[in-house]
């Protein structure tokens, strides 16, 4: 995982930073960070924050979920109990910079403000078995695709905590068109906050979905079973978040 | 008769084929004739009294009515009816006619001989009306006569009459005179006696006369002696007034005499309420005295007799005196006096109130209704006086307000008691762990939680109950009738318990509970199998006992049973629901560190069933004994027959043969894929985290399902090594062997065990399953 020259890597209970120079092949080792407690503590996943200039990273290891700040190879944040069970993923929002979502065993994905680590900002819990993944989409932060072990992928549209303004914005432009805003706004405000799909062409546990990068309305999920499936967000809700 | 004739003129004016010529003249003489009868027999026009069923009275076309129009009608007739119609009228017309005819005729026969006699009494008659009127001649004249002898007597006797009349008035005066000559003495006499009463009586009777005559010298004398003699007794009777120490009725005729002197009543009333306020005051001193900053000496009752029979006795005795005192003070009294009880009562509720807070937290429901039945007792006779100071209301309002914080005492002592119970329930449960004993009497735990809760329910009803006893002075009024047994005994206190006792039990599932650590999951259990009875049976037992009870009248929405029952039932549901979650999650995470910590590459061929299966094994059947306590058997599916070792002889030799052998072969990985995809489609997908039944076999079901799809991708994180798939292989069949009898369909834990297998075998790089003799030999020996 890794932006421009640095990479970070998870080994058991450690974080390695590691500095690709260019001229060489090498990478060297930069900086490392080891977690320390009872028990055996191993990292199950961590991101790389898009925000601060990319000096942050976020970790998962049991239920719990830590920041960290490779400047200082030092933790910035630390949220206990994350989940009831193990955190599979976590992903942050690419709009907003304190917020990341995180899924796990417990069925449930959650929405956290790393500013306030005591609670959830929202809590879903629509899968019947572990989410193991768990993504925003890159241009359009209210969708958030998760995959589960139920072999279902749910894309939900997670309104009330995006980065897009409740309704829309009106342009100096639109201004004659703002008659037309509202009265659509109305009628689409409550269908806010909900699941858009769930995808059941899996006949197995789902364990990674991600966005293309290309397109901001396809989506793959991959399942144990050996089957991508490539879906395309509904075109009624492309629709409307784009107009 | 008048229908009769109306009919009759109906041919009259008809197209002039009435046989009866003599109606020729105008029929409206006629109808006028029948009108003035009409007023005559008190039925007017439009009345129609012989008439039950006239549509319209009005209507020119209805042949039997006062108004008909026969032209109308005949237009009518002519444009509406065709002619067959037409002809069937006219004919039917005719019939009608020659029926009415005869029916006359008959009756002129039959009333012929009574016409005759009437003729003959009317003659009669004129006779004997010549013959009274001579004798009434007579009788004038003597009456006549009479008269001028009369007024003669009376002119004799007019002098003689006058005279005695004069005397008369004579004496009359003189006696008078006489009294008041004697009056200055005869009231000394009075004051000295103590005779007050005596005293303003002659006072009151000579007054005007002295008043009258004050011109004259002898006269004056005389009433300046008494003016003096009256002040002096004024000033006797203020005395004895202010003293004031001989009680209220002896100052009520002290201030009724000090009125008839004369003295102004405004200042009177003032004092005399003034006098009052002291007296009653006095009584709210000790009253608060006796409520004091120390713990209550005597119980509340004895509070309430107290203040009942002192201070409201009081006020109801100055009440009923001003009453009859400043009668004449007209409203504005009344209205002083309706302040005057308002602020004393208001005083007096303080203190009152004060008493029964004190007593709210006591538990003896019987003297505080007993108390508050005194209470409001005695303050319905000032009521009943003093409508306006409100006293009545203002003493049911309290009564009110106790009898609902009573409500709210309980419920939170219901509540209380809920958690006690499960406080006791938790010791219980926690007890015989450490004991070692696995939990003997969940059934019996069960048992007595239902038991004591309901018993605390029914005292509570007991307790409340007694506000609506008969004999209880209050408990008719509408507030008590109504309101009180519907939303505040059955709303706020039976349902409202049940709903927080189901709060209660949902807060287990909510709360940090997902750690897992902090309920027990037995106390789950148990919690979950409580509301599930009273869904089906408590709730409905208690809301029938409190509708009988408190015989609800009142028409205020109330929820229903079933409302309460789906609420109960839905916290059973996910009472059990989180058991379910909380055990699998016990059970998968043994298996998930039982996975993840062994080095599967590079183990040894497996000689035994791990370890760690055999406690799976073992946790599940404690598990299953613990909700078989509780819980129902439940429905499994028909295929479990009762030998177990025929079905998996079967299963594991052949169909498990036929499902892995080529998938071993590294030759054909697709097919193992196309396979198990090919059977998948088959089969129904597994939710894992379902929602249970209530009953054993759906509860073990969820718990297994779960951990076995824990195993299952455990295992999928994990590479083996030959003897590492092998282990599993054995893992899984011991697994087999011991799981299925708990599950409703044990297909399903077939489905997962062998998709364990077959992760594991993919994920294997030399993947050779051991024999399945010797795997059975295996499972077997351990």
């Given amino acids: 995982m890794g932006d421009g020259k640095k990479i970070i890597s998870l080994a058991d209970n450690h974080i390695l930073l590691w500095d690709l120079q260019e001229s060489s092949s090498q990478a060297v080792l930069a900086s490392s960070a080891s977690l320390e407690g009872k028990g055996q503590l191993r990292f199950t996943s961590g991101r790389w924050s898009p925000h601060h200039n990319c000096t942050q990273v976020a970790t998962a290891s049991d239920t719990t979920l830590r920041g960290w700040d490779t400047r200082s190879m030092s933790q910035i944040y630390c949220i206990e109990n994350a989940h009831g069970q193990l955190v599979r993923d976590l992903d942050f929002n690419p709009n907003k910079q304190y917020y990341l979502a995180s899924c796990g065993d417990d069925c449930k994905v959650k929405f956290w403000d790393t500013r306030n680590v005591t609670e959830p900002v929202k809590t879903l819990e629509e899968h019947s078995h572990w989410v193991w ?59 806010q906050d909900n699941v858009i799909a769930t995808y059941e062409e899996h006949e197995d546990s789902v364990y990674a979905v991600d966005w293309s990068s290309a397109d901001p309305w396809l989506f793959a999920s991959l399942s144990y079973d050996g089957r991508l499936v490539i879906n395309r967000v509904p075109r009624a809700l492309k629709y409307h978040i784009l107009l | 008769m008048a229908a009769a004739a109306t009919a009759g003129s109906s041919p ?100 012929y001989n009574k016409f005759i006699s009437a003729t003959d009494t009317i003659r009669k008659m004129k006779n004997d009306f010549r013959k009274m009127e001579d004798e009434m001649d007579r009788l004038a004249t003597n009456m006549a006569v009479i008269t001028d002898f009369s007024a003669r007597i009376s002119a004799t006797l007019q002098d003689r009459h006058e005279r005695i009349t004069k005397l008369a008035g004579v004496h009359a005066l003189l006696r008078k005179l006489q009294f008041l000559f004697e009056l200055p003495s005869r009231l000394t006499k009075c004051v000295e006696l103590g005779a007050y ?37 004024a000033q006797q009777l203020r005395q004895r007034f202010r003293e004031g120490g ?36 006095e009584e709210l001193r000790s009253l608060e005295a006796e409520l004091g900053p120390s713990p209550p000496a005597p119980d509340v009752l004895e509070f309430t007799d107290h203040g009942g029979s002192g201070f409201v006795g009081g006020l109801c005795h100055v009440a009923a005196a001003y009453q009859e005192l400043f009668a004449a003070q007209g409203p504005a009294g009344a209205e002083k006096l309706a302040a005057f009880a308002q602020e004393l009562g208001s005083r007096y509720f303080a203190l009152v109130e004060r008493r029964l807070a004190q007593e709210q937290g006591g538990g003896d429901n019987s003297l505080l209704v007993r108390a508050l039945d005194r209470f409001h007792r005695r303050l319905r006779a000032p009521g009943a006086l ?105 709303e706020g206190l039976i349902v409202g318990f049940v709903r927080s006792m189901c709060q209660t039990a949902q807060s287990f599932c909510d709360s940090p509970g997902e750690k897992g650590g902090a309920t027990p999951p037995a106390l789950l259990l148990l919690l979950s199998r409580l509301c599930l009875d009273y869904e089906t049976a408590t709730i409905s037992y208690i809301l029938t006992l409190t509708d009988e009870q ?39 995470q043994m298996l998930r560190k039982s996975v993840e910590t062994r080095d599967w590459l590079s183990t040894l061929e497996p000689r035994n069933v791990r370890a760690v299966m055999k406690r799976v094994v073992e946790d599940t059947t404690a598990i299953d004994v613990q909700v078989g306590l509780l819980y129902e058997e439940g429905v499994r599916k028909a295929q479990s027959s009762d030998s177990s070792k025929r079905t998996f002889s079967v299963y594991s030799s052949s169909r498990q043969q036929g499902r892995y052998a080529p998938s071993y072969t590294p030759s054909a990985p697709m097919d193992t894929n196309l396979l198990s995809n090919i059977q998948k489609l088959f089969s129904e997908r597994i939710d894992v985290f379902s929602p249970v039944e209530f009953n054993k076999v759906s509860v073990l079901t969820g718990i297994i399902k779960i951990s076995l799809k824990t195993l299952l991708e455990c295992v999928r994180l994990r590479t083996f090594g030959r003897f590492g798939l092998q282990q599993v292989q054995v893992d899984c069949h011991f697994l087999q062997l011991y799981l299925w009898r708990f599950v409703a369909d044990e297909e399903l834990v077939h489905l997962l065990l062998d998709e364990v297998v077959a992760s594991a075998a993919l994920r294997c790089p030399d993947p050779v399953p051991m024999e399945p003799s010797v795997v059975e030999v295996i499972c077997e020996r351990g």
């Fill in chain 1, 133 to 191: 993944n768990v993504r925003y989409n890159h241009s359009h932060d209210q969708l958030v695709l998760t995959g589960s072990s139920d072999s279902r992928v749910i894309l939900s549209n997670m309104v009330s905590i995006s980065s897009e303004p409740f309704g829309h914005l009106v342009d100096d432009d639109d201004i004659s068109d703002q008659e037309d805003h509202r009265s659509e706004e109305k009628s689409k405000e409550p269908l």
């Fill in chain 2, 386 to 490: 003093l409508a306006a100071a409100g006293l009545a209301d203002a003493a049911t309002e309290i009564v009110e307000r106790v009898a609902r914080e009573r409500l709210g005492h309980h419920l939170q002592g219901l509540r209380a008691a809920f958690l006690g119970c499960l406080t006791d329930v938790r010791q219980a449960l926690a007890a015989p762990r450490m004991a070692g004993k696995e939990g003997p009497g969940l059934a019996e735990l069960l048992a007595n939680v239902a038991s004591s809760i309901l018993s605390h329910i029914k005292a509570s009803l007991a307790a409340v109950h007694l506000f609506t006893a008969k004999e209880v002075s209050f408990s008719n009024k509408p507030y008590f009738r109504g309101e009180f047994c519907s939303q505040g005994v059955r």
């Fill in chain 2, 197 to 233: 009463g005596q005293a303003v009586r002659y006072q009151g009777r000579a007054q005007a006369v002295l008043q009258q005559y004050q011109h004259l010298p002898s006269f004056r004398a005389i009433q300046d002696d008494c003016q003096v003699i009256t002040a002096r007794l």
């Fill in chain 2, 246 to 281: 001989s009680g209220a009725p002896e100052q009520a005729e002290c201030v009724e005499l000090l009125l008839a002197l004369g003295e102004p009543a405004e200042e009177l009333c003032e004092e005399f309420l003034a006098h009052a306020r002291g007296r009653l005051e």
């Fill in chain 2, 550 to 588: 408190f015989l609800v009248q009142d028409q205020s929405p109330v929820t229903p049973v079933s409302t309460l029952c789906a609420e109960a039932r839905e916290t059973a549901r996910r009472l059990l629901t989180h058991y379910v979650k909380v055990q699998g999650l016990v059970i998968s």
């Fill in chain 2, 12 to 111: 009259g004016s008809g197209p002039g084929d009435s046989p009866e010529g003599p109606e020729a003249e105008a029929p409206e003489r006629r109808r006028k004739a029948h009108g003035m009868l009409k007023l005559y027999y008190g039925l007017s026009e439009g009345e129609g009294a012989g008439r039950p069923s006239g549509p319209d009275p009005l209507d020119p076309t209805d042949l039997n009515g006062a108004h008909f129009d026969p032209e109308v009608y005949l237009d009518k007739l002519r444009r509406e009816c065709p002619l067959a119609q037409l002809m069937d009228s006219e004919t039917d017309m005719v019939r009608q006619i020659r029926a009415l005819d005869s029916d006359m005729q008959t009756l002129v026969y039959e009333n």
